[in-house]
Each structure stands twice: as C-alpha cells, then as structure tokens.
C-alpha cells in the first residue's frame, strides 16, 4: 500500500525566508505526485503536479518541487515566503497501475509572520 | 456555477438525525469521491465512485450511505451518527482514465466542503 509522509506538521517563518517542505513516500511503482494547498477557509486547491519528465516542476504563485526518484520525494520549495503563503499544505501521491487512488500526507501548516 | 459545489456548507445534527450532503461537479468528470478531514490526520477517502459505480469503500462505518445518481451529482447520506464523526466532508471529482493505459493520472477537484457537527 502506498503511503506518504510529510516530516514537518507546523512551520513557521517570516515574510522573504525560504522554504522548503518535506514529502517522501513509499511504493514501488511508478506513480504521480501532487501538492495541493488549503487557504484558510478555502478548499483544497492543485498547488502543482508531476506526472513525467522534468523532476523540476513549477506551480503557481512561485512554488516549485523536485521530484528525486532515488529518495521517493518530492519536496516543496520557494524561495521567498509571502504572508499570502500561510496555509496548509498537502503532499500526495497515486500510483499509475490499478483504480488511481489518491493518497495524502498529514499536510504542514504553514504560518507566516509578516 | 464552477467546479465542484458542497451543500450545506455547515451542518449540526444529532446523534439521532438523518441528513443528506449533497456534492455536484460541473467539469465532465466521470469519477467521484468522498474524503472525511479531521483535525491532525491524513485525508481520508471514504468513498469513490467512477463511472458511477461504487469501486472503493474504505472500511467506512454503515451510519454513512453514498449514492451516485449520476456522473454529476453525489449525495452522502448520513443517520444515528456519533459525536467522532464531526468533521470536515469534503467532495471531489476527477477524470478516471481507465485501466490499461501507461500514462494515466487523476488530477482531483475539491469542493469546498462541509463542515459537520454531531452534538
């Protein structure tokens, strides 16, 4: 069964700081990666995905992630926050076999401070 | 309308209570899906449905009852809940790619929720 793993739980940070959020997850296959972000009060929203190619994938409102297949992650990345970030954010993954069943990570809370 | 649209947004029951979530995608996807939010916990998916067939119930309780009369509409009918049940049920859709094919993937869309109390 796949699962997926997202080490941080709150972050918190100031407005221009860099950042970077863990997701590693485990399955054998070959499968597609997802971060999705949850404004408050707002539904969950596709941050950005990777389905193949470049691991480098760029999302909006200038996030990016890296997909490092050798490690089973595909961690979160911008390289500077705005107060507008604070949110929570959501790894996941489905494998590209079978039913595609999507799954998530706990989500981190991100706070920024301005 | 856009998207996927949850009704009622809020919800307070009774442990006794029978009421009805209603979900709606408005995108031409041919899959559906239920995810119940709790606080300090993964996502959980409850229910799918794809081609408006039931394909996964993920050990969810008898007091939830889903039905998808069609491909646009799901419904998530709940009776004699308990107070742990309180969460956010969030709906979502996708275009289910059939098996088979190499590249297929299911990007979902999320409605924006209900947010459920049993006192």
């Known amino acids: 069964a796949q699962s997926v793993s997202q080490h941080n739980h709150h972050v918190i940070l100031s407005e221009a700081a860099s950042l970077e959020l863990g997701c590693n997850y485990s399955?054998?296959?070959?499968?597609?990666l997802f971060w999705y972000v949850q404004y408050p009060g707002q539904h969950l929203q596709l941050l950005l995905k990777y389905f193949s190619g470049d691991p480098l994938v760029k999302g909006i409102k200038g996030f990016e992630a890296e997909f490092i297949k050798s490690k089973f992650s595909f961690n979160l990345r911008k390289p500077s926050v705005q107060w507008s970030d604070t949110a929570e954010y959501f790894c996941a993954v489905n494998a590209r076999t079978g039913f595609q069943k999507l799954v998530f990570g706990t989500g981190t809370r991100l706070l920024v401070s301005p | 309308e856009t998207g996927v649209t949850q009704t009622p947004r809020h919800l307070v029951m009774g442990m006794t209570n029978k009421k009805s979530l209603k979900c709606e995608q408005h995108l031409g996807h041919n899959a559906m899906y239920w995810y119940k939010q709790s606080a300090k916990k993964p996502l959980e998916l409850m229910f799918v449905?794809?081609?408006?067939?039931?394909?996964e119930n993920n050990s969810v309780p008898s007091r939830f009852s889903p039905e998808c009369p069609n491909s646009s509409h799901l419904f998530l009918h709940l009776h004699t809940l308990q107070p742990e049940d309180s969460a956010l049920y969030l709906c979502?859709?996708?275009?289910?790619?059939?098996?088979?094919?190499?590249?297929?993937?299911?990007?979902?869309?999320f409605g924006p929720g209900t947010r459920l109390t049993v006192l």
């Open positions: 979502a859709s996708s275009q289910d790619i059939p098996s088979g094919r190499s590249s297929s993937y299911n990007e979902q869309f």
């Open positions: 399955y054998g296959g070959t499968v597609n």
């Open positions: 449905y794809s081609l408006e067939e039931r394909v």
